[in-house]
């Protein structure tokens, strides 16, 4: 509104979303594909929870506590399943989906931003949620760097991805798709090695948690404290 100052979240400003505009957002350009399509994006995901993702979902989601920030919310399924008595708020690159995240969740703020340069102090969150994410970031050494800035030093990076096949047949495979599947998706890359990158970005995955399906993967990861 004219004449008053935005309201901010953890030192940013909170931006309501409008399909009007994408104030803030200073991220690379958003690739457009599935993932940048909202409905079809939703329609996705809905058939891969009524087959066994909504249980990992809620996995992910009941864990988190105290300032929580849902990395990549996209259409902010995450959202409604937050824990009473945390405080969140969502970031995406994609207007489109804030959009819609704003809808299922109102009460939770949304950001336009990028994984890479988070707009949020040092040590602001206690949980960073990441939920089928850092498959489609550009830089995901660089965003998850970012991750363990903005949280603090005995918070909880969550994570829920696809990885790199183990089997070097279906890695090869995943290989040769990649360019087309990325081109499609909008940014996703199936054959990252997600678990390597978050443990080369100054975390440690804890035991317990941890879970493999397929190239499924879900994980509680820790800091590492700095060795200077």
Not at 91 to 97: C, E, G, R
Request: glycine letters at 10%; a positive charge; proline letters at 8%.
């Amino acid at each position: 509104m004219s004449g008053s100052a935005a309201p901010r979240i953890y030192g940013f400003p909170r931006f309501e979303a409008s399909p009007e505009r994408r104030p803030g957002y200073n991220g690379p350009p958003v690739m457009r594909g599935v993932e940048q399509i909202p409905w079809l994006y939703d329609a996705v995901c809905a058939a891969c929870e009524a087959f066994g993702l909504a249980r990992w979902r809620r996995w992910l989601v009941a864990g988190a506590r105290g300032r929580v920030l849902d990395l990549g919310c996209g259409t902010g399924r995450n959202l409604p399943l937050l824990p009473a008595r945390t405080v969140a708020v969502g970031l995406d690159p994609s207007w489109a989906s804030l959009q819609r995240a704003r809808r299922r969740a109102p009460g939770v703020p949304v950001v336009a931003g990028s994984a890479e340069a988070l707009p949020f102090r040092d040590a602001a969150f206690d949980t960073v949620l990441s939920g089928l994410v850092f498959c489609s970031v550009p830089d995901a050494r660089r965003g998850l760097l970012e991750a363990r800035r903005v949280l603090g030093p005995r918070g909880r990076l969550r994570m829920l991805e696809h990885v790199r096949a183990r089997e070097p047949w279906k890695a090869r495979l995943q290989d040769r798709m990649q360019p087309a599947w990325t081109w499609v998706t909008g940014g996703c890359h199936p054959n990252r090695d997600t678990e390597r990158v978050v443990e080369a970005s100054g975390f440690t995955i804890e035991s317990e948690g941890r879970r493999a399906r397929g190239n499924m993967r879900r994980f509680v990861a820790a800091p590492r404290e700095s060795s200077s």
